[in-house]
């Protein structure tokens, strides 16, 4: 029968070691080969299959993906002992992992070959949290290889053995070392594809509308806090100006999806004032970053560009130093123990049966006080928008795809054009600021734009609400 791991990553960092050290005096070598087919089936599945030295012994370890909720990772685990460096798939329990997976291994079996490898140094130690928990943890140091290429390990896994998830988060928490998102098999698989790491963006979770609600809230929460995360991280390592912007999609999709499923929710004010409290950190820097190309394209004087470039670092500075801070980290533990904790109430539908209300409310709240002309109401707008962009999009099992689609192409045609009037108003008050005049192209291409939002609401006015009169999912 299938283990099921509970499992928290964390990133270690070189001051970390010595200190968490002394919790892990067991130390031994470790080596994995994973194996997939060539069209990498078993990726596809969700399943990562290795084949381990681990100390003396040997291991074959077979793990389905599960729910991740940002940091904390709950997988179905089979793992056997080998008496040899040799993959034996059919001795694997197959019809359980296939009813589990729906992964046939006996099928895959004449062709699974190794894609990649890792090699760590593994320190671990069984530890026990405020008397709640026991787990082990486990740091471990090394690389990744596939064919020439290479990529660092240096992590922390706290993996539960038994008690309470939530002790064992706040013991992570008190290690004050950043979530890690990224599973070796994950990485390993970017490696042997020649892909660096990259922005993550929205991945919407596949959610059944015959469950409870409750259910597709907490994965679309998961995925969230996981966008959020990574592209936190990522932002500490690179300077593409996307991961910002995906962090920010990310806390935008937290927020909508707290709102569309307000009802069920016992208390979720903290969480939303901790977002708050974060985002005018992170909204100048995004300005810049979307501005800076607009500058160049309308010639502004050298030193305007130097001084703009200049406040886009200070921006970009004060950025960081958010996302670095103990506040954020703070928060997507939080995030992550709030999620745990089954904030919500049991609600008596299931999650088709739960959505017409739900988009009716905020598809009432779209359309009051619309003013297409002033920028502030216009603004508010294209955030109501936003919302109820991603409320079809979370409800969409429940309804005909066909007419789902219809909608969303509306919509994002609507925050298209309101997201470009928006980069304008932005765009004349950092001119403003810099002390530089805006010119007449930017008012020419305002009222082009005004026009066509004019006609693209009208035509979004005469979309009938694809809820009202459901046809079922096919």
């Known amino acids: 029968m299938a283990h099921i791991e509970r499992e928290i990553k964390l990133r270690l960092t070189r001051q970390a070691f010595p200190r968490l050290a002394r919790l892990a005096p067991d130390r031994r070598r470790v080596a994995s ?37 940002a940091g904390l990772a709950q997988r179905a685990e089979w793992e056997l002992p080998v008496r040899r460096k040799a993959l034996e798939p059919l001795a694997f329990p197959r019809e359980e992992i296939r009813r589990t997976t729906g992964v046939d291994l006996a099928r895959l079996a004449p062709r699974l070959a190794p894609v990649f490898e890792t090699r760590f140094t593994r320190h671990s130690g069984l530890i026990q949290v405020d008397g709640a928990a026991s787990a082990e943890l486990a ?14 390990i240096s992590e922390v896994e706290l993996e539960l053995i038994s008690g309470d998830t939530a002790a064992l988060m706040r013991f992570a928490e008190a290690l004050e070392l950043p979530l890690a998102y990224e599973s070796k098999a994950e990485r390993g698989y970017r490696l042997a594809g020649g892909r660096p790491a990259a922005p993550r963006r929205w991945r919407m979770p596949l959610l059944d509308p015959k469950r409870p609600p409750h ?35 990310g806390m935008r999709r937290l927020r909508s999806a707290i709102q569309a499923f307000a009802p069920l929710l016992k208390d979720h004010k903290a969480l939303k004032r901790a977002l708050r409290r974060l985002v005018p950190a992170l909204g100048p820097a995004r300005d810049w970053d979307v501005f800076l190309p607009t500058l ?19 921006a970009r500075h004060a950025a960081l130093e958010c996302v670095a801070s103990p506040e954020f980290r703070a928060f997507l533990f939080r995030s992550l123990r709030w999620l745990e904790s089954e904030p919500w109430t049991d609600a008596d539908a299931t999650l088709a049966g739960f959505a017409p ?10 359309l009051r006080k619309v003013d297409l002309e002033r920028p502030k109401p216009r603004h508010a707008l294209r955030v109501r928008i936003k919302r109820l962009r991603y409320a079809c999009e979370y409800f969409a099992p429940g309804f005909a795809e066909e007419a789902v689609q219809a909608w969303l ?41 005004i026009r066509k939002l004019r006609a693209t609401w009208e035509r979004f006015e005469r979309l009938a609400p694809y809820w009202r009169d459901p046809q079922p999912a096919g």
């Not at 080969?33 to 084949?51: K, S």
């Not at 259910?215 to 300077?239: C, D, H």
């Open 215 to 249: 259910e597709g809230f907490a994965a679309i929460v998961a995925a969230a806090l996981m966008q959020i995360g990574t592209n936190a991280g990522g932002m500490l390592g690179s300077r593409d100006p996307e991961y910002l912007h995906q962090l920010r999609v």
């Open 33 to 69: 080969v994973y194996y997939d087919t060539a069209r990498q089936d078993l990726r596809r599945a969700g399943i990562a299959l290795r084949l381990r030295r681990d100390g003396g012994r040997w291991l074959q370890t077979l793990k389905a993906q599960g729910m991740q909720h």
């Open 296 to 314: 160049e394209k309308l010639r502004a004087a050298p030193g305007v560009v130097r001084t703009a470039r200049s406040r886009a670092n200070a």
């Open 357 to 366: 209300g739900r988009l009716e409310k905020i598809y009432r709240k779209t």
């Open 409 to 449: 192409g509306a919509l994002r045609t609507l925050q298209d054009v309101l997201g470009a009037l928006n980069d304008i108003v932005v765009a004349r008050a950092l001119l403003e600021e810099l002390g530089a005049a805006a010119p007449s192209s930017l008012a020419r291409r305002e009222q082009r734009l």
């Open 139 to 152: 740091i471990d140091r090394g690389l990744i290889c596939a064919g020439r290429r290479r990529e660092p």
